[in-house]
């Protein structure tokens, strides 16, 4: 499983937007299953690479980054829609997710990140032994 739902989430969601001038710190996500790897993608148009900040705690991964705002001096905003500051997201990662093998891409502005299924977790074949002897002696007796 990749995520659990987190209680306070939206209490976290209402305070950011109260915090941020009542603009939402957008991060939108789209995560699947690819074969052996869990694949999510994050927008984040206009932000730096460098700004970019991966941590993962126990199965918490805490994706962080930073868009500069335009707000500079002698500057005469006309529209300002796009939101600007820190963005930061937590996924909640199963078990059954290797998260010390989590690769990470920023390519156009999408932050690709691969999540391999742990060798533990991943489906496999058991063999079903028989014993040509054994059967032969008790259809003997």
């Known amino acids: 499983m990749l995520m659990r739902t987190d209680p306070f989430r939206e209490f976290d969601r209402i305070t950011q937007r109260l915090l941020e001038n009542g603009r ?5 996500m789209d995560a699947y299953r690819e074969n052996d790897d869990f694949v999510v993608h994050f927008d984040l148009p206009g932000v730096s690479p460098e700004s970019i900040d991966l941590e993962v705690e126990r199965n ?3 994706v962080k980054a930073e868009r500069p705002g335009l707000r500079r001096e002698g500057l005469e ?7 600007s ?4 997201r937590q996924v909640f990662l199963g078990d059954t997710l290797d998260t010390d093998r989590i690769t990470a891409n920023y390519a156009d502005g999408v932050l690709t990140l691969r999540i391999p299924v742990a060798e533990q977790s991943k489906a496999r ?6 014993d040509a002897g054994r059967e032969q002696a008790s259809i003997k007796a």
Not at 77 to 83: C, H, S, T, Y
Not at 125 to 130: A, E, N, P, Q, T
């Open 24 to 28: 939402p710190a957008v991060m939108p």
């Open 60 to 62: 918490v991964l805490t």
């Open 77 to 83: 905003l006309i529209v300002n829609e796009r939101p």
């Open 85 to 88: 500051g820190t963005f930061s």
């Open 125 to 130: 074949k058991i063999v079903v032994g028989h």
